[in-house]
């Protein structure tokens, strides 16, 4: 608004300036060109037999209507005041505004000299110039009318931008109101989204810069509200995850401390038995330590990841070999099996696979490597069990979660398949349940990026 109006009164300004100055110099021409021929003329006027140079001027300028003037005859005329000429002749009622400047330079015989004189209420043009080489004739325009249409052009210039600063203010505070009330949506769907109201969204309208805020907002809205419900989602899964911990800890070391009881026994079976299941209890305690550092190393983003060529043939004979010692696994093959990635990781994520169809499945097992693809290889895990219950299906993958799940106290930690799908992961690869008995797990053939 404030630029509008400033805009406004400048551009009147300029107006006025480039009005009133041709407007001012067509005025002078007009009385330049007008005492120019009046000053010719009356050089050349001859008057009454006998007559004065001043009464032959006076005798002509009496004739010429319109125009007020006066004639100064400076052969041995001084200044009445020091300021002003006394007139030796003169239209009735002319100004009588005859300045000692101005008529010495007219006297001195260059162009006509223009000033403004004053008398009273109103103002006039004067332009004075020598008609002989001692008399100045001075001529004096009435400025009333020039004044009158300068004074109309201002008058409506400040109309102008006086209607077009109210305008531009009107336009401004409906601009203003347009601008302000997408803003105040946009800061209260901020304050309630501060507020925890996650699905808060601001509605889109049109296709300008507030609609990209509203579109931006939402985006960035719906980010940040995904990222929150996944640090619940992950908070609510570290509690369940640290609760599970606890529980698989207390069994093995409950064991262990009964059986220790048992150590000082006086009878060797006692001891003996106490021997076995503290060995095998701290074996299994060692196990789920093992699993949940190698859980907390991949939450972390600090697995360690060293990629090499891998026969993925030779490697799953030899996990079936540590995971089914006592059961028939079969390994097919087609096309290239040979992948880039880490062996280790590789080889628990089969180890997993086999051990689970081993504790959980039937036999025979089968091992299906299908090297056709170019890009990829995939190795389905099949056994002869009766497969996943329907309700398992969609948390097979899940930590602490075990095939049987009344077998509280089995070996299992619950984490295998977990950690299986994360190692698969780290590979930019995937791990899925197709479904009854069997696993399918694809894997690229380059090095995935860090």
Do not use: C
């Amino acid at each position: 608004m404030l630029i509008t109006v400033a805009a406004s009164i400048a551009v009147a300004a300029l107006s006025y300036q480039m009005q009133s100055g041709p407007a001012w110099d067509r005025f002078a021409a007009s009385a330049l060109a007008g005492f120019r021929s009046d000053a010719q003329q009356a050089a050349r006027h001859f008057g009454a037999p006998g007559s004065s140079k001043v009464e032959r001027i006076a005798d002509f300028m009496e004739g010429r209507l319109g125009v007020a003037w006066a004639v100064v005859d400076l052969r041995g005329a001084t200044a009445a005041d020091g300021v002003r000429y006394t007139a030796a002749a003169g239209s009735p009622g002319h100004p009588g505004d005859l300045r000692v400047d101005e008529i010495d330079i007219a006297r001195q015989g260059l162009d006509p000299v223009t000033y403004t004189a004053d008398d009273g209420p109103r103002a006039w043009f004067a332009v004075a110039g020598t008609v002989s080489p001692d008399i100045v004739l001075v001529e004096f325009y009435n400025r009333d009318k020039i004044d009158r249409e300068l004074a109309w052009l201002r008058t409506r210039l400040v109309v102008v931008a006086s209607v077009v600063s109210v305008a531009a203010a009107l336009i401004g505070v409906l601009a203003a109101g347009l601008v302000q009330r997408p803003v105040r949506v946009a800061a209260a769907a901020a304050r309630r989204f501060g507020a925890g109201e996650l699905d808060v969204r601001v509605p889109v309208r049109g296709s300008d810069e507030l609609a990209d805020l509203a579109g931006s907002f939402n985006s960035m809205a719906a980010r940040l509200g995904d990222s929150i419900a996944a640090l619940r989602a992950k908070e609510r899964q570290q509690r369940r995850f640290i609760a599970d911990v606890a529980h698989d800890l207390r069994t093995p070391l409950a064991s262990m401390l009964a059986a220790a009881e048992s150590l000082d026994s006086a009878d060797p079976g006692d001891r003996e038995r106490s021997a076995h299941l503290v060995t095998a209890q701290a074996r299994r305690l060692s196990a789920l330590v093992d699993d949940l550092l190698e859980m907390s190393l991949l939450d972390a983003g600090a697995a360690d990841y060293r990629p090499e060529p891998v026969d993925l043939p030779a490697l799953t004979a030899d996990a079936a070999a540590l995971a089914a010692p006592d059961q028939s696994v079969t390994v097919t093959t087609s096309g290239d099996a040979t992948v880039v990635g880490d062996p280790r990781r590789l080889h628990t994520i089969m180890r997993n696979l086999l051990s689970n169809a081993a504790r959980h499945g039937a036999p025979p097992i089968t091992v299906t490597i299908d090297g056709r693809d170019p890009t990829q290889v995939s190795i389905t895990v099949t056994d002869a069990g009766p497969g996943l219950p329907a309700d398992l299906l969609p948390v097979v993958f899940d930590r602490f979660v075990r095939g049987d799940r009344a077998r509280t106290g089995s070996e299992g930690s619950g984490l295998g398949l977990a950690i299986a799908r994360e190692n698969a992961a780290l590979h930019n690869g995937t791990l899925r349940a197709a479904g009854g008995s069997t696993f399918i797990l694809t894997l690229p053939r380059g090095t995935p990026p860090d």
